[in-house]
C-alpha cells in the first residue's frame, strides 16, 4: 500500500557558483524553480539556496584550501531538519551529512554525500594519494556508515557519487565497489534520462519509492550553469 504523501528529492553539483554573480544568480533561480522539499546541494554555497527552509552542511574542510562560503555538502529542507552527523575524518571529512528530515508520515533520514572524484588529492589538496584512493576510501566509511544506520527509517542517500551509473569509463573495480556499498539500494537516476548519464544521484531504501524521476540541463539560455546536470525525485511511502 502507498501513502500518499509525496516527498520530493533533488540533488545538483552547482560548481561552485557564487552567490552575486550571473551565474550564481540563475542556479539559485533554477534551485528555487526545482519546487523540492529537500535538496542536497554539493561543492555550493549555502545563501543560492531558498531562504524559506533549513539548511545545514557537511563543514568546510576537506583537505584543500578554505575559501569562505565553500561546501561540498548542503542538505536544505521545507520540512523540519536535524543534523545527526557529519564526516570528520578520512575521505568523508567535509564530503558526508546525515540528517532526520520531519515528515507527516514518518521520520526520513537524509544521507548528503559528495564521494571524491578520481584525481582527489592526487597532485592538489594534501597531494598524497593515487587515482581514485580517495573515492574508494569514502565508500568504505560509507559502507561502515549504511551498517550502523537503524533499516527501520526510510533514508534517502543523495549527492555527487562521481560515478556514471551503469559503468562507462570509470575502473570495474571502482563501479563494482559502488555497487557492493549500494547492495539492497535502487539508484533511481541510473540509466538515461533526458540529460545522462549522470553522475549526481539519488537513492532510497525501506519504504521510499520513486513515483518519477527527472532531470535538468548544466546549462540554459544563457550559457553554463554548471559542469553537472542536475536531478530530482519523487518519493511515496509504501
Known amino acids: ?16 557558483a557564487t552567490p552575486g554573480t550571473d551565474r550564481g544568480s540563475r542556479v539559485a533561480e ?4 526545482t519546487g523540492a522539499d529537500i535538496i542536497v ?34 542538505i536544505w529542507s521545507r ?6 552527523t557529519v564526516g570528520t575524518s578520512g575521505a568523508a571529512l567535509g564530503r558526508l551529512a546525515v540528517a532526520t528530515v520531519s515528515t507527516k508520515v514518518s521520520a526520513v533520514r537524509i544521507t ?17 594519494a593515487s587515482s581514485w584512493s580517495e573515492h574508494l576510501h569514502y565508500l568504505d566509511q560509507l559502507d561502515d556508515l549504511l551498517a550502523t544506520l537503524d533499516p527501520s527509517v526510510p533514508t534517502v542517500i543523495a549527492g555527487d ?15 563494482e565497489r559502488l555497487a557492493e556499498v549500494l547492495a539492497g539500494w535502487t539508484t533511481h ?12 544521484h539519488i537513492a532510497t531504501h525501506g519504504r521510499l519509492v520513486c513515483r518519477s524521476a527527472s532531470d535538468w540541463s548544466g546549462t540554459d539560455a544563457m550559457g553554463r550553469l554548471s559542469d553537472h546536470a542536475g536531478v530530482s525525485c519523487r518519493l511515496d511511502f509504501t
Not at 30 to 33: D, G
Not at 79 to 84: K, N, Q, R, S
Not at 189 to 200: E, R, S, Y
Open 30 to 33: 533554477k534551485l528555487e524553480s
Open 1 to 16: 500500500m502507498t501513502v500518499n504523501a509525496a516527498l520530493n528529492v533533488a540533488t545538483w553539483n552547482t560548481q561552485w
Open 41 to 74: 546541494v554539493t561543492e555550493g554555497n549555502r545563501d543560492l539556496l531558498p531562504a524559506d527552509g533549513q539548511v545545514l552542511d557537511a563543514g568546510a574542510d576537506w583537505g584543500y584550501p578554505l575559501k569562505p562560503g565553500r561546501r561540498k555538502v548542503i
Open 112 to 128: 548528503g554525500v559528495c564521494i571524491p572524484w578520481r584525481d582527489a588529492h592526487v597532485t592538489t589538496g594534501r597531494s598524497d
Open 189 to 200: 537516476t541510473a540509466g538515461d534520462l533526458p540529460n545522462g548519464p549522470h553522475i549526481d
Open 161 to 175: 557519487f562521481n560515478q556514471r551509473i551503469p559503468r562507462v569509463r570509470q575502473p570495474v573495480r571502482v563501479a
Open 79 to 84: 520540512l523540519p531538519l536535524g543534523l545527526e
